[in-house]
């Protein structure tokens, strides 16, 4: 099992400029959760999806949009870049909530994006 | 009330020695506890986890101590290593919910 995985690793993009962040997960998981990070901000949940063609806003949603019409794949799309959006990316699944072992969020290795 | 304060926000310890990070939540409705440990150029992956009904999970050299009343859980490692050394993050979650809320982070370093 590759586990999750994210496409780009690294990214620089001019303001106003899209994009789309990729992130794939081989683990059969229902959900699915866009996160970024910035320092001393800890990890703040963006979108996030518990089954295909499900998906709900997090925290901050603002600038951002997704898709899952799969269970694999959960997109996360940059419409007009601005330089707040400079951050740390990570995609991470998971079975189930709230079901013990389920719990547990697999991350993937993250996408640095950066808007100039 | 959805946030979880966490404390400190860099620590540095000898090798050896007994590293503690604190964490509290105003939330009562959570009932999980998760620790996550990032490693530099990584994604965060789960260290130990603790549900309210215990006051204490140990897994090896990691303790998360959890103190319902004050509304506090702590994560000890004992015996610290350099290896040790990474970003750790409280989280709580509320029961049946798919959604962490995540502290804002402790940069661990163990000086050998």
């Known amino acids: 099992n590759a586990g999750v995985t994210q496409t780009p690793k690294f990214r620089i993009l001019k303001i106003g400029q899209s994009m789309t962040l990729q992130c794939t997960q081989d683990?059969?998981?229902?959900?699915m959760y866009w996160y970024r990070q910035d320092p001393g901000m800890g990890l703040k949940l963006i979108y996030y999806?518990?089954?295909?063609?499900?998906?709900d806003k997090g925290e901050v949603p603002n600038g951002y949009n997704v898709s899952r019409s799969t269970t694999e794949d959960f997109p996360l799309r940059l419409e007009l870049a601005a330089p707040s959006q400079t951050s740390v990316y990570f995609c991470?699944?998971?079975?189930?909530?709230?079901?013990?072992?389920?719990?547990?969020?697999?991350f993937g290795p993250g996408t640095r994006l950066t808007v100039l | 009330q959805q946030q979880v304060k966490q404390s400190p926000q860099s620590l540095i310890v000898q090798k050896g020695g007994i590293s503690i990070i604190n964490c509290a939540y105003e939330?009562?409705?959570?009932?999980?506890f998760p620790w996550y440990q990032q490693f530099p150029g990584k994604g965060p992956a789960l260290l130990i986890a603790?549900?309210?009904?215990?006051s204490e999970k140990k897994e090896g050299r990691f303790t998360i101590s959890f103190n319902k009343s004050a509304k506090q859980f702590s994560l000890h490692i004992m015996d610290s290593q350099p290896g040790d050394s990474a970003t750790y993050f409280c989280?709580?979650?509320?029961?049946?919910?798919?959604?962490?809320?995540f502290g804002t982070g402790t940069r661990l370093q163990v000086f050998p």
């Open positions: 991470a699944s998971s079975y189930s909530a709230g079901m013990g072992q389920g719990d547990e969020q697999f």
């Open positions: 683990m059969n998981h229902n959900y």
């Open positions: 999806s518990v089954g295909a063609g499900i998906t």
């Open positions: 939330n009562t409705a959570f009932d999980y």
């Open positions: 603790i549900r309210p009904d215990v």
């Open positions: 989280a709580a979650s509320r029961r049946n919910t798919d959604k962490l809320i």
